[in-house]
């Protein structure tokens, strides 16, 4: 699939801007702070409803953008987008939040069409598939579980619906059932009849969570058969990379959603004492990581700099790898300025295996320099400068 | 030394200008503008107000009852003979009740619960109705319990808990079916509305 049209207004340092996009490769080069990352923040907004930078969404909208008729400023994002599936027009307004007498207030609210049609945030995610590569990726291998976590969430809610939905559910339901174990933990509550008021809780929580670890454990299997390889080639080693799946509790051998699910139900009762003394919930999907190993070491934890980093590439590119597999579709591939971190072999590596004509690939830069010329002549260039966007 | 502007305004109009800002929905603005409103209305309007305002908290209560909004002891619909005294629809607020009975598809009791189970907003078993509803099944000649709570987390979780409540007392317990609205167009049904409806489909 590829972003055909790509309409921005009022969003970050783009005043206005309609620009048309053609599949293969495309390079956006220019000075810092022009506006460079904030095109692919766009296309990764449309595709996850999310900023891949950490921030309010009221942030997206200019700064200094006036709002119509009274109405707080909007930041608007829309794009057509080719698929192998038929054409979807995607658009998000983002508007500041103000009260009834158009005060400004904390926060943002977002208003999502879908073909024209008004439609929830949710139903946006997987209409549009990215993989989004930045330097921060590193993370991936040497941060803290969440991120690895939020690996698969992120490419599982693109391939699957239904995944989206039942992780929603699943971190609302932790959210009450944490309250209920934390109200007797704080000693606002008599713990008395335990077991059956946990007892909805711990049924729907296993109910989801038993969902998310069965896609979860399949999508491990698959990434493993296409990260493997690829960090042999990448790293130009002998041995392939292995993705191991550590589940805060004993899933035995289980591996479908309905014995996954049995399995968290035994998990909750048998740490209840524990959950009780600590006020909150120990096991679950919310608690899970992800362990990568060469050869049986674990080079999260031992890898050197150059290790971690061929990880994280092959980590990203599988997950390109199983969108194309699963999904029926190449995805959009964004690359935020990721080539300066790179050694020229990792580089050359990287560029060789993102270069396909089946595929759109969106790369910034400040550095044209980064490039070979044989990549530059493949490549459709554009200048960004100051929220503004010329081609050449 | 020069008076601060808040200071300008005579205290009683900044009192009652305060205490419409506490108001949901109502900004600082809107605050100003009805009580200036205020100001200039005729006497009558603004004593009619403030006794509407005193009434609401003087002469309503709860039924004691089924705890619906009323004036008196009991409600209009416990006081009704004609209702169907075998069968109470658990509600978990007053507005419910009113959405069921636009609907003239009922004609039995209700029990309203004041709230559902949620831990997250510091709501538990305790605050809600339940123990008033178990004390009501063992004393009335009740045979059905119709759990009308609303179709989310925190609704399902209250009918969760009043079914284990109500198991051992040998009522027949129902739970309201979820499904397509009518006038509706399944193409616009979002995944979750669809997927209960096939759920709940029955024979015709």
């Known amino acids: 699939m590829f972003v055909h049209h790509l309409f921005l207004r009022d969003f970050r340092n783009y005043r206005r801007l309609e620009i048309t996009l053609a599949p293969g490769t495309i390079l956006f080069y220019g000075p810092n702070a022009a506006g460079k990352t904030s095109l692919l923040e766009a296309i990764f907004y449309l595709a996850t409803t999310r900023s891949p930078r950490l921030s309010n969404d009221r942030e997206l909208v200019r700064w200094d953008a006036v709002g119509e008729a009274g109405a707080p400023p909007f930041a608007r994002i829309a794009a057509e987008v080719e698929r192998r599936i038929g054409a979807v027009r995607l658009e998000v307004l983002v508007q500041r939040r103000a009260d009834d007498d158009g005060q400004p207030l904390n926060g943002a609210q977002k208003l999502v069409r879908i073909d024209k049609r008004p439609a929830r945030a949710i139903d946006l995610i997987g209409q549009l598939r990215v993989v989004l590569f930045t330097p921060a990726d590193l993370t991936l291998v040497d941060g803290a579980p969440t991120e690895r976590r939020r690996y698969l969430d992120i490419t599982l809610s693109q391939l699957d619906a239904h995944y989206v939905r039942t992780l929603a559910h699943y971190q609302k339901l932790l959210l009450q059932r944490n309250s209920l174990l934390r109200a007797w933990r704080e000693q606002r509550r008599v713990p008395r009849n335990v077991d059956t008021e946990l007892a909805y809780w711990d049924q729907e929580l296993a109910a989801a969570g038993g969902y998310l670890l069965a896609e979860r454990l399949r999508a491990i299997v698959e990434l493993n058969d296409v990260a493997g390889p690829l960090y042999r080639a990448i790293s130009g080693g002998e041995n392939p990379l292995h993705i191991e799946y550590a589940a805060s509790c004993d899933l035995g051998s289980a591996r479908d959603a309905g014995s996954l699910a049995e399995r968290l139900h035994l998990a909750f009762a048998a740490l209840r004492s524990d959950e009780l003394a600590r006020g909150q919930t120990l096991c679950g999907p919310h608690r899970d990581d992800l362990i990568f190993t060469v050869a049986g070491i674990n080079l999260g934890r031992y890898g050197s700099r150059g290790q971690q980093r061929s990880i994280a590439l092959a980590l990203k590119l599988a997950e390109a790898g199983l969108m194309r597999q699963r999904g029926g579709d190449a995805p959009v591939l964004l690359l935020d300025d990721v080539l300066s971190e790179l050694d020229a072999q990792h580089r050359a590596h990287l560029l060789e295996l993102v270069y396909r004509p089946d595929q759109q690939t969106l790369l910034t830069t400040t550095d044209l320099s980064d490039f070979n010329a044989d990549f530059l002549t493949k490549a459709q260039r554009y200048r960004v400068e100051d929220g503004r966007v010329f081609p050449g | ?204």
């Open chain 2, 1 to 204: 030394m020069t008076a601060r502007p808040e200071q300008l305004i005579a205290p009683p109009v900044a009192r009652l200008i305060e205490e419409f800002a506490k108001l949901p929905g109502i900004g600082p603005k809107t605050a100003s503008r009805l009580t200036f409103f205020l100001l200039r209305a005729e006497p009558k309007q603004a004593q009619a107000l403030a006794q509407a305002i005193l009434d609401v908290k003087e002469q309503v209560g709860y039924c004691r009852r089924c705890f619906n909004i009323t004036v008196g002891e009991l409600c209009p619909i416990c006081l009704d003979p004609s209702r169907d005294q075998t069968k109470v629809c658990v509600v978990e607020e007053p507005l419910d009740v009113l959405a069921i009975e636009r609907t003239g598809a009922y004609r039995g009791l209700y029990h309203v619960l004041h709230g559902h189970i949620a831990p997250l907003e510091g709501i538990y078993r305790e605050d809600l109705k339940i123990d008033e509803l178990l004390t009501r099944i063992r004393s009335e000649p009740i045979q059905e319990v119709i759990l009308a709570t609303n179709p989310n987390t925190e609704g399902e979780a209250t009918a969760f808990l009043l079914l284990r409540d109500l198991a051992p007392l040998g009522v027949r317990v129902t739970r309201l079916a979820r499904g397509l609205p009518t006038g509706g167009d399944l193409e616009w049904a979002d995944p979750e509305t669809l997927g209960s409806a096939f759920e709940g489909r029955r024979e015709l």
